[in-house]
């Protein structure tokens, strides 16, 4: 009975339970690389990314001629890219967010729609600092600020100011990100 009082408890921290966490991190961080390698392929012929990158699965990344990313960039599920993207540092893309491009003429009558070339002329700039919220939807050419926020389900079809909260169909400016700021 006095080897069972002195006997030493092992706690999570200690004997085999020790490595599991660090194994688990190794895995996700592989399955973070092989995601962020798969949108590579997939994707322009220019793809620049910083540290500390999160690509949910899902993502479509099929930018014409650039898709770059600064660091601490975390990109929801199921995300989709179409158009040459910019992508400043400590952003959150939240899931089903899609950044297409306004590339469809139809002012020809003579073509359809259907038939008519796309153009790739349009690009994006995201800023540093900014949330783009659950099914955003970015069309065209525009810069979002930095610092601003993108409320879910909004669709950007122009340039937002830096540090404000910007939602709606067409998205816009509903107030300042920090009380008290103009």
Known sequence: MGDRANSKVSSPSEGPFRTYPRA??????A?????????????????VYGNSISVARGADVRSPHYFELGDHVSIGKNF?????????SHVLISSNVSIIGNDHPFTDHSVTVYESSRRDDSSVEIGCDVLIGFGAIVVGTARIGDGCIVGA???VVRDLPPYTICAG???????PRYPGAE
Request: charged share 30%; proline share 7%; glycine share 10%.
């Open 169 to 175: 169909v067409p998205a816009k400016p509903i107030r």
């Open 153 to 155: 389900g909004s669709v």
């Open 80 to 88: 989709t890219c179409e158009v040459d993207t910019r992508v400043g």
């Open 31 to 47: 399955l973070r690389f092989a995601r962020l390698q798969r949108a590579r392929l997939r994707g322009p012929g220019r793809f």
């Open 24 to 29: 688990l991190e190794c895995v996700r961080l």
